[in-house]
């Protein structure tokens, strides 16, 4: 209950820096959603989505889902042994280390995950992006052009 209590004063700090002396901005409830525009070489596509309730951030998601099926990478077995048998890493872990990460360095860009490099860079892409959202009350999905 701590992490996503910590995410919405994160969010409150950024929008108030960012609105300039601006003390009628607010986060707006709803559920935002930002993702990739394109697949990965994978054929996964790296997504964050997060639900505000009551100014509160309520709950907090960051995965992939397949072209293919459209499963969620956290669910592949595959995936995971490959992963974790070659970096010590697998997509439910890092997910939920660069969550808990950003969460707990303030909203800044931390460090890479070693072994899920390019999913940490878009990670911090899409969160940029989120914060955005919440301070427009924007919940339409936002989509993220490949650099």
């Known amino acids: 209950m701590r992490k996503p209590i910590a995410l919405f004063i994160i969010i409150i700090m950024m929008i108030v820096t960012f609105a300039a002396c601006d003390a009628t901005v607010r986060i707006s409830d709803g559920v935002y959603m930002v993702e990739m525009a394109e697949f990965d070489e994978n054929g996964y596509k790296d997504f964050v989505e997060f639900e505000i309730k009551g100014g509160k951030v309520i709950s907090i998601k960051a995965n992939a889902y397949s072209e293919a099926d459209g499963s969620f990478k956290t669910d592949s077995v595959e995936i995971r042994s490959m992963m974790e048998s070659i970096n010590g890493t697998y997509p439910e872990k890092f997910y939920r280390d660069l969550v808990n990460e950003y969460i707990g360095s303030g909203g800044e ?16 892409k899409l969160m940029d992006v989120a914060k955005n959202a919440a301070s427009t009350g924007d919940t339409s999905i936002r989509i993220v052009e490949v650099e």
Do not use: K, L, P, Y
Not at 109 to 124: C, H, K, L, P, Y
């Open 109 to 124: 860009q931390v460090n890479v995950i070693a072994g899920a490099t390019v999913t940490s860079e878009n990670f911090f």
